[in-house]
């Protein structure tokens, strides 16, 4: 039969992330940031008494959880749309704001569904590259790339898998040059970095902005994040979205973990101040390179990294390999609790830093 997809389709290659058999692994999974404890126990409650309930042959009502949102972010509720998940939310952005032969603009290397939801959309797409020396965000090439013909740029941040942060006033900069054109910033780790644009947007309503439910708040599985933007453009985004695209398992373990805030705001806070600085002073003291990062996550430098990654997920690590362009040969690591960040230097230092010290010996 004639391959009927479009042409643009099919010279894609679909975006697949290594998740076959994590759900049966017998061990830590470091590899997806995702929160690496259960969530709130208030989660598990609501989420309990919704299926019990009587309504699951019911359609979603999303009640006021825009509203929760937006007291949570300081916006006005009108400012905030539902999604399943920031990945929906990125697809809303492209498909309402580009078409075919638009220019986008995506600093690279970062997550990989920016640009295919531009190769979706048929957009000629530019990808600075973030600096090899420090990974730093390329500031200068996306302000000279931007002009006219740009309908979009996207700033992650911070920044998935470098861990870069990038300064407000950058992104101002971005913003005011790019006038004509959605500057979408992805805010997928805000509450680790404690960084937004949110103040930005009175000033500047081209700014579009992304969150989740799957890092900080630990609901990965049930997909649900949000979209924050001027009133005018989650109208034009409502057109788009369906009407019953969230869940309402996702809606109630939404709600329930904004009624515990206090358990995501400590789990935060182990892994920022007490968990992230271990792992980066044993690092520091193995002379294991690895960039700051502003997220809950490090990427990291190991001689021989594809062999380091098969002996970490041999003794009970997943970790994620990086291959793309000024980062190939790094490993990103999930920062958790600190009792499982332990475990992981435990396991380091006996099974890669032991391994190599026999091996050079033997040499």
Known sequence: MKNLALKRIQKMKPYQPPLAGRSEYDGMLLDFNEQT???????????E?????????VYPEYFD???KIAEYTGVSPEQVMLTNGSGQGIDIIFQTFTEKGDKVIIPSPTFAMFKQRAQVAGNKIIMPLYKKSDLSFPLEEVLDSTDEQVKLLVVCNPNNPTGTAVPLQDIEKIARKAKKAIVYIDEAYFEFSKITAVPLLKKYPNIIITRTFSKAFGLASLRIGYVIAAKKHIAEMLKVRGPYDVNMLAYCAASAA???RENMKNYVEEVMEKAKPLVEKFFTEN???FEPSAANF????PAYAQRVWTLLAESGV???EQNKKNIRGTL???????KQMKKFIKIYQTKIIRYYEKTNRNH
């Open 37 to 47: 404890q259960p969530p709130s126990p208030k989660v598990i409650h609501a989420l």
């Open 332 to 338: 990103r690591v999930t920062i958790g609790a600190v």
């Open 65 to 67: 959880l825009e509203e």
């Open 49 to 57: 008494k919704f299926v019990k309930g009587k309504n699951l042959q």
């Open 298 to 301: 490090i990427l990291f430098r």
């Open 318 to 320: 997943l970790t994620r």
């Open 258 to 260: 904004f009624e515990d």
């Open 287 to 289: 002379n294991i390179l």
